[in-house]
């Protein structure tokens, strides 16, 4: 993923900073499970739920997140 310049001028923010931004929003709207946020947001899954819940975030990871972040992880 390539994130423009300006777009880290304009936020103040690193790279990694948007990637863990972006991931969260898109976790938030269940756009995409724990697994990929985290992947995203590169940290590992235990990290990042610490993360959502700094931000007071709920979790809404259930068994067909689980079986989905099985198969993207390439474990069914």
């Not at 001028?9 to 995409?32: G, R, W």
């Not at 007071?56 to 989905?68: A, F, N, Q, R, T």
Request: glycine share 6%.
């Amino acid at each position: 993923m390539v994130i423009p310049d300006k777009l880290l001028q304009v936020t103040h923010l690193s790279e990694d900073e948007v990637k863990t931004e972006l991931a969260i929003v898109l976790f938030q709207k269940n756009k995409i499970t724990l697994g990929q946020a985290s992947e995203l947001a590169n940290m590992g899954q235990f990290e990042f739920q610490h993360l959502l819940a700094s931000r007071k975030i709920p979790m809404h990871y259930g068994v067909e997140d689980l079986k989905e972040d099985a198969k993207y992880l390439g474990l069914l």
